[in-house]
C-alpha cells in the first residue's frame, strides 16, 4: 500500500512537470488604459490642443496561469492618424494639432515564443484604444506677428498660440471675440524698440499690446 502511494505521487508530480513544461504562459490579449480619451472643445481651435497629452498603459492578459502583467514598455505603440496624435514609444499620447477627429491607437507584441523561450506558433496580439480631438465649430480669425530689429527678443501670447523670436514671423488662430495679450521680451543686452500695425494705437502700454480679435490682425515688433 505505501509503495503504491509513493508511487503514485511520483506519477502525479511527473504529469505536472510536463503539463507545466508543455505549457509556459501565453500572452492571449492586451487591454490599453484607458480606453478612450478626448481632448479639445469645440470651442477650441484645433491649433490650441497641440502638446495636450496622456499616459497610456499596456495591461497584459495571459494564461498558464492566468494572470494581468503591465507590458507598456514590450509593446509597439501606434497610431493609425499620426496628424490627430502621435504616440511614442512609451505609451505617451500627445495632440499634434494638426486635425480633428478620431485616431485609432494600437500596442502590438508578436508572440513567437512563451515567456519561458519554450517555441509556439507564432501570433500578432494587439490591443487599441481610440483618442478623439474634438473639432473646432466657432469661428477663427489669424493674428500673425512679425519680429525684426538689431536686438533680440521673444513675443509671446496669451492664451498661448504666438511664440515669436528675432527674426521671425508667427501666426495662430484665435476665437473671434477673445482678447489677446502680447508681451514683448528683450534678451539680455537687447532693448524693446517699438510696435507696429495692429499694435500701433491706443492698445500699447509699454512691452504690452492687448487686441480684440474681431477679425484678422497683423502686428509688428522691433528689439534694439
Avoid at 479639445?40 to 498558464?64: K, Y
Avoid at 480631438?133 to 498660440?161: E, I, K, R
Wanted: glycine residues 12%; contains cysteine.
Amino acid at each position: 500500500m505505501y509503495r503504491s502511494c509513493v508511487l503514485l505521487l511520483i506519477v502525479a508530480g511527473l504529469f505536472l512537470l510536463f503539463s507545466s513544461c508543455g505549457h509556459e504562459q501565453q500572452l492571449v490579449s492586451i487591454q490599453i488604459q484607458p480606453t478612450t480619451e478626448t481632448f479639445g472643445a469645440s470651442n477650441i481651435p484645433v491649433s490650441a490642443d497641440v502638446g495636450l497629452s496622456i499616459q497610456l498603459r499596456a495591461l497584459g492578459n495571459f494564461i498558464h496561469p492566468p494572470v494581468t502583467k503591465d507590458i507598456t514598455s514590450q509593446v509597439v505603440w501606434a497610431s493609425n492618424s499620426p496628424q490627430i496624435v502621435n504616440v511614442d514609444a512609451n505609451g505617451l499620447l500627445t495632440v499634434t494639432g494638426q486635425a480633428c477627429g478620431n485616431a485609432l491607437v494600437s500596442a502590438t507584441v508578436q508572440t513567437n515564443r512563451s515567456s519561458g523561450n519554450i517555441d509556439s506558433s507564432g501570433a500578432i496580439v494587439t490591443g487599441n484604444m481610440t483618442a478623439t480631438v474634438v473639432c473646432f465649430t466657432g469661428t477663427a480669425v489669424s493674428l500673425t506677428v512679425s519680429v525684426s530689429g538689431t536686438g533680440q527678443g521673444t513675443v509671446v501670447s496669451s492664451p498661448p498660440g504666438i511664440n515669436c523670436t528675432n527674426p521671425g514671423n508667427c501666426s495662430a488662430l484665435f476665437i473671434s471675440g477673445d482678447i489677446v495679450t502680447l508681451n514683448a521680451t528683450p534678451n539680455l543686452g537687447s532693448t524693446f524698440g517699438a510696435w507696429g500695425g495692429a499694435c500701433g494705437g491706443g492698445n500699447v502700454s509699454g512691452q504690452m499690446c492687448a487686441l480684440t480679435m474681431s477679425v484678422s490682425q497683423n502686428v509688428t515688433a522691433s528689439f534694439n
